[in-house]
């Protein structure tokens, strides 16, 4: 259990000098909602009037949210790909959004298709850069004296890519970070920038977690953008201490690290230090691993990562290895708009919610039907006039020319600060497996399934049932597919190598962030199938319907989380298989 407490530090009282600006802001943003959404309207709709998407739907220079409301669609990705394809290949004229295009950024989040290209602005950075000081900011509210330490963030970038036209296009971090974190003239992390700017995960994982050994003692907080990355550092720590205590003995660096630009920059920070050396290998040598970042890293505060949406399912195992410290999860942000901030980020994590600043872009919310999986689109409702306990679906209309663009996330309100509300987030729209950056959606699952099943046909096997489960016991974690098979001939049964080519099959059926994150960055592991008895989904059923559920209503859960479901599943497995190779992954993606 997470031991959090909620500090009192009321928005409102400016004793927080340093960031008195940024506090003022919050409040004066949060406090007009209304009015600034209104004027965030119409000044993208001036801006953008004569571009060929807005001059399509005769808007004739209304910027009236209800006239806009009538005669703009609400959009998704895809809608938009056509146009998006056009800018980056080069054409140049005003299509979605009057300023140049600076660069666009690649979103792992919106759909199922490969890359997808946001467009961004310089000016849209700035807003982005205005949104991240905010979090500070308030964070500094909270604990005091962050400035006087380090944060041991593992931060990671990866290659910056050209689309045909030459416009840059790079993950929203990596953006970030090139924008932002290098023109810094005080690191607050731990982390060398080169270590930082390395596109080779091991050697910056290796020197990232290096420099953070060598500042144990300075150490305030611990984390990474999402909590499934700071598992597999901690992961990383277990499988490479007995290296990196080496290295710290001796003051010499691992030899796999071989980027010229790291290993300069170490040989101002590494030194033999056999007292620390022996202190790491003391504890890492230990089995029971509960606690071991308060023990590294003793002056630790808190944990600092995204606990929210898939990612809730790794708090306990972040408590695990914290021994309950406070898990902060400070905003939430995508590659379309950086939406909003955590006021109380020292919260439980079950209580975490997010303030809109309404500054960031004009806000729609489509009302959702939590017992629905299906989203009718109906009237939306603006930003300050959604209802406290309800679902919506987010939609944003952005200076970069994303207009009432549906981003695919479903969030429920918690309270307002001022008149701006505060979401908690639920889930991402019909995704069903979540590890990492990847979302497989319920057809993507189903056409990996059809896909494994094709190999079964030659031994007039067929697939009466599946389900899967996100398993994260292991670091990384994986999927598990369960799957009852009807085997209709007894001398000519699937033997372990077909059901291991299955795992392989639906492996490169998934979509390519899957198949990036299992691949290149080695943050999902071989996709495993357990075959169950005959008879498993039947009793499935029973125990759904002894449990409340109607039988004229009940559908085969395609991902089921709940213990006594996962335990049920288990208990009747029969054999167990993996993916003995690599699904098929290039990074040579047309952008
Ligand atoms: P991307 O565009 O690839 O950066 O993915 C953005 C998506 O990540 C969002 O639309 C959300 O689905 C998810 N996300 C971002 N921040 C959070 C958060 N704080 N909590 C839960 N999910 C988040």
Known sequence: ?????????????????????ELQ???????????????????????????????????????????????????????????IRRIADGDGSPILCAQPISEFTISTGTSGSEAKLIPTTKEELDRRKLLLALVKAVMNMYVKGQDKGKALYFLFTKSTRKTQAGILARFVFTSIIHTFFKTQSYNPYTSPYEAIDCADLFQSMYTQMLCGLYEREHVLRVGSTFASNLLRSIKFLQLNWQQLTHDIRTGSLNPKVTDPSIRECMTRILRPDPNLADFIVQECAKDNWEGIISKIWP???????????????????????????????????????????????????????????????????????????????????????????????????????LYRYRVGDILRVTGFHNSAPQFQFVRRKNVLLSIDNEKTKEPELQAAVENASQLLHE?????????????????????????????????????????????????????????????????IGPLEIRVVKNGTFEELMDYAISNGASMSQYKVPRCVSSKPIVDLLNSRVVSKHFSQSLPYWTSEQRL
């Open 299 to 401: 002056n630790t505060k808190y944990l600092d990562a995204i606990v929210t949406g898939a990612m809730a399912q790794y708090v306990p195992t972040l408590d695990h290895y914290s021994g309950g410290l406070p898990i902060v999860s400070t905003n939430y942000a995508s590659s379309e708009c950086f939406f909003a901030i955590n006021l109380n980020p020292m919260c439980m994590p079950s209580e975490i919610s997010y303030t809109i600043m309404p500054n960031m872009a004009y806000f729609e919310f489509f009302p959702h039907d939590p017992n629905s999986l299906e989203l009718t689109p109906s009237e939306s409702v603006n930003l300050v006039n959604v209802e406290i306990g309800k679902e919506y679906e987010i939609v944003i209309t952005t200076y970069a020319g």
């Open 1 to 21: 259990m997470a031991s959090n407490s909620t500090l009192p530090s009321p928005m409102g009282t400016f004793t927080h000098e340093k960031y008195a600006k």
């Open 459 to 523: 031994f007039n096997t067929n697939v009466i049932e599946y389900t899967s489960n996100a398993d994260i016991t292991t670091i990384p974690g994986h999927y598990v597919i369960y799957l009852e098979l009807l085997e209709k001939d007894s001398n000519n049964l699937p033997g372990d190598k077909v059901l291991d080519q299955c795992c392989l099959a639906m492996e490169d059926s998934l979509d390519s962030e899957y198949r990036r994150c299992r691949v290149a960055d080695n943050s």
């Open 25 to 83: 802001f919050i409040e004066e943003m949060t406090k007009n909602a209304d009015q600034v959404q209104q004027n965030v309207l119409a000044e993208i709709l001036t801006q953008n009037a004569e571009t060929e998407y807005l001059k399509g739907f005769n808007l004739c220079g209304a910027t009236n949210r209800d006239i806009f409301k009538s005669k703009i669609p609400a959009v998704e990705y895809e809608d938009l790909q056509p146009l």
